[in-house]
């Protein structure tokens, strides 16, 4: 660099570089990085995290400005079916809801971007820690995988149905809770001591009391809670022959469901976070499975539908589509693209009788019923 273009550079620089360049000698932007890298002063980090926070204030309120009636209209809900209205779980949704947003965006671009030399080694890291096994899928070696999102969303190789009368397991995970509802009992539809609370259907199932009429007074509801653990194959299957009528997304917040799996906030989680609502009809009667997303991502793939469901962080906001869809025992519906949770509640004869308990692993299309 000439004397004179050396001249006209530091001119155009910041008053802070010159500075640096007076005091440390420095004459070029090489000598400029290896000998002082310019970092923010600390005026600048303090008014600009205040900015931040400020602003992420703002936005919060706004958001529960403008979806105060929404809010309003759902705590009545609660008041109407005698559930306790938490207002905590409102206040926490709303006050993190910019960060949710955004590490649900940096995660979704982290996870699902392919960058040569760097994400193979990443990949490998995360699959020793979160101890990913791929002996079961179709591809069986690492390599294989472009994206981690690859690797979550990795197909598996099907085992074969070994009895078609019984209803199978959709999903690899952990039994979280199994129970059986009287039909006569509408009014008191609630799940008992998943991890220590109670959790109200309707709470799940966005208050849709269509849902749950028209049950033959011969069957029972019963209810099963599965959890996908981040080593988990991430697709999901059909337990049983059923013809889907309709999907709901109702949108929510993305609290950890793993980190609450043994504590009471469990159930607090899967009534708040984004979920799809699968409606279907078997040959014993009504059928609904929720999808339930978790941290981060949250966004859940139907595959017969070919769409994406992907949460907008509103959970007053709910859509329903109307769907005629045939599934076969142990079709794919789905998958997810990050750790969630399964609900199934399902119309079955007084005599059904689980062979599950609470905290057992679940593996892929084994029966559930005996």
Known sequence: MSES???LFFRATPFSLRRVRNFYGIRNCHSLITKRPYVFSPLVRRYGFISFF??????????YYRQKHAVDRYKENLLKHGIPSDNLKFFLHYLFLPFGKILSFATLCLLDRHIPYITPVLNRILCSFIDIN???????????????TDIFTRSPVKPELVDSQRMISPCEGVVVSVGRLDPEE??????????????????????DENLLEKVNVKNCIFYAVLYLSPQNIHRFYSPIDFKQLSTTQIHGSNFVLGKNLYSKQFAQAIC???????EAKTSFGKFLMVMVGTQNVSVIQMSKEE?????????TIKSKKNIDIEFKKGEEMGYFLLGSTIIMFFEAP???????????????FQPIQN
């Open 134 to 148: 791929f002996s079961q899928c179709q591809r069986t070696s690492i390599d294989d995988y472009l994206t981690f």
């Open 54 to 63: 400020t602003a992420s204030f703002v936005y919060s309120f706004y958001k």
């Open 350 to 364: 007084r005599s059904f009788e689980f062979s599950i308990k609470p905290g057992d692993q679940l593996s892929l």
């Open 186 to 207: 509408t009014e008191n539809f609630v799940m008992k001591d998943i991890k220590g609370a109670d959790c109200h259907i309707l709470d799940v199932l966005g208050f």
């Open 5 to 7: 273009s050396h001249k």
């Open 272 to 278: 708040a976070n984004h979920r799809v609502l699968v």
């Open 307 to 315: 769409k994406k469901y992907v949460n907008s962080f509103d959970f």
